[in-house]
């Protein structure tokens, strides 16, 4: 039994996903970024995090990619060409998706209000802009960036992919917006949207 520590309306929602797609029990102990408790574990105090055993693990890219090896599911085993490429589309979802609707956010709710700057969310958006236009080439026809096997970086990208529509950031019609309905329509994605819904 994990232990996943977050809140469903962050990062978090990652981990729960992953534990979905696997199949693997866990509770959710729901606490917001920089709660004491958080602290405790992560010096950041951001979240997630995951608790296995005594072992307290974070960053929710590095959770998923633990639990995709722990349990030999969703990933490529390492060292082989596939996990390279595998590795290779996770640190572009990380980069090229996540850091622009990253530093749009910040700029627009979580620095204090002296330190937003609010050309640089134009500037992410022309990023972010870029990058789909990158992943639709190199996703192709396939089903999932590592062709008819969805993995890790699928999770990561899917997960972008939506914070950007809550962002009113538009796909536009093509291969990327079809890969993202095809990650939601997996029913362990449907089962952390409801978790998600409940809290």
């Known amino acids: 039994m994990y232990t996943v520590i977050g809140t469903p309306q962050t990062r978090t929602l990652r981990v729960i996903w992953m534990l979905e797609e696997l199949g693997e029990a866990y509770?959710?102990?729901?606490?917001?970024?920089?709660d004491p408790a958080v602290r405790a574990l992560?010096?950041?105090?951001?979240?997630?995090?995951?608790?296995?055993?005594?072992?307290?693990?974070?960053?929710?890219?590095?959770?998923?990619?633990?639990?995709?090896?722990?349990?030999?599911?969703?990933?490529?085993?390492?060292?082989?060409?596939?996990?390279?490429?595998?590795d290779s589309f996770t640190q572009f979802a990380v980069d090229e998706f996540e850091g622009p609707l990253w530093v749009a956010a910040k700029h627009t709710f979580v620095l204090p209000e002296e330190y937003r700057v609010a050309d640089v969310k134009r500037a992410c958006r022309y990023d972010f802009d870029r990058a789909v236009a990158v992943l639709s080439e190199r996703l192709g026809h396939n089903d999932y960036v590592m062709g008819a096997t969805f993995?890790?970086?699928?999770?990561?990208?899917?997960?972008?992919?939506?914070?950007?529509?809550?962002?009113?950031?538009?796909?536009?019609?093509?291969?990327v917006r079809d890969y993202l309905e095809r990650i939601r329509s997996r029913p362990a994605y449907q089962r952390a949207m409801a978790v998600r819904a409940q809290s």
């Open 151 to 175: 993995t890790v970086p699928d999770l990561i990208l899917g997960h972008c992919l939506g914070w950007a529509l809550v962002s009113k950031w538009s796909i536009p019609d093509g291969n």
């Open 42 to 86: 992560n010096p950041s105090g951001k979240v997630p995090v995951l608790l296995d055993g005594d072992a307290a693990i974070f960053d929710s890219v590095a959770i998923c990619q633990y639990l995709a090896d722990k349990h030999g599911q969703l990933t490529f085993k390492a060292p082989s060409i596939e996990r390279a490429h595998q």
């Open 27 to 34: 509770t959710l102990d729901k606490r917001p970024p920089r």
